[in-house]
């Protein structure tokens, strides 16, 4: 079965760090990029970053919300990507998704895990 | 990089046609033709509908289509269904290897 589960959500003060972690199965994982995307409860998604592929040197990009804050890795023996996220802000909760942009020209993400929660507060 | 602009709420009866816009700039939508569109229950993951504009994956509706005119793109969803009612995400690449999403439609079935 196609799938991404993500893990490693909780409550966390402001100012202090997280990681999450996407383990994927039934898709050939070295292949594709990764991206994590969130959403904040009642709004809309947002794009947080993207690691490519080994053959394209695990090129990482983050949005400006993130930058500097938040770092994409990959572990490609063990099928799973992940998310460290440092000195976190209150506009930081959502629910954290990670999702797959498969190789080629498309530009999609086809596969989506069923996200994690991320609270940050006091 | 700001949000693209979609409508807050579009609705419709059963059967009818609907179209969502999803505005944005020469600098995005405009300026690629990456944009896909994603349906989301409340509380789900959301769902891959239409991507590369106009292409629609295996397993989709065909009565779900997309399209684009200048730095506009649009999902049409034909023969409204109950099922249908959902929220809507558009999402365009916007260089520099980023990418950016709509604020989301509430589609209702009336």
């Known amino acids: 079965e196609v799938q991404l589960v993500e893990s490693g959500g909780g409550l966390v003060q402001p100012g202090g760090s997280l990681k999450l972690s996407c383990a994927a199965s039934?898709?050939?994982?070295?292949?594709?990029?990764m991206h994590w995307v969130r959403q904040a409860s009642g709004k809309g998604l947002e794009w947080v970053g993207r690691i490519r592929s080994r053959a394209n040197s695990y090129a990482t990009a983050y949005a400006a919300s993130v930058k500097g804050r938040f770092t994409i890795s990959r572990d490609d023996s063990k099928n799973m990507a992940s998310l460290q996220m440092n000195s976190l802000k209150i506009e930081d909760t959502a629910v954290y998704y990670c999702?797959?942009?498969?190789?080629?020209?498309?530009?999609?993400?086809?596969?989506w895990g069923q996200g994690t929660m991320v609270t940050v507060s006091s | 990089q700001s949000a693209l602009t979609q409508p807050a709420s579009v609705s419709g009866s059963p059967g009818q046609s609907i179209t969502i816009s999803c505005t944005g700039t020469s600098s995005d939508v405009g300026g690629y033709n990456y944009v896909s569109w994603y349906q989301q229950y409340p509380g789900k993951a959301p769902k891959l509908m239409i991507y590369d504009v106009s292409k629609r994956p295996s397993g989709v509706s065909n009565r779900f289509s997309g399209s684009k005119s200048g730095n506009t793109a649009s999902l049409t969803i034909s023969g409204l269904q109950a099922e249908d009612e959902a929220d809507y995400y558009c999402?365009?690449?916007?260089?520099?290897?980023?990418?950016?999403f709509g604020g989301g439609t509430k589609v209702t079935v009336l």
């Open positions: 999702t797959r942009q498969p190789p080629g020209d498309s530009d999609v993400f086809d596969i």
């Open positions: 039934g898709f050939t994982f070295s292949g594709s990029a």
């Open positions: 999402c365009s690449y916007a260089g520099s290897s980023t990418w950016v």
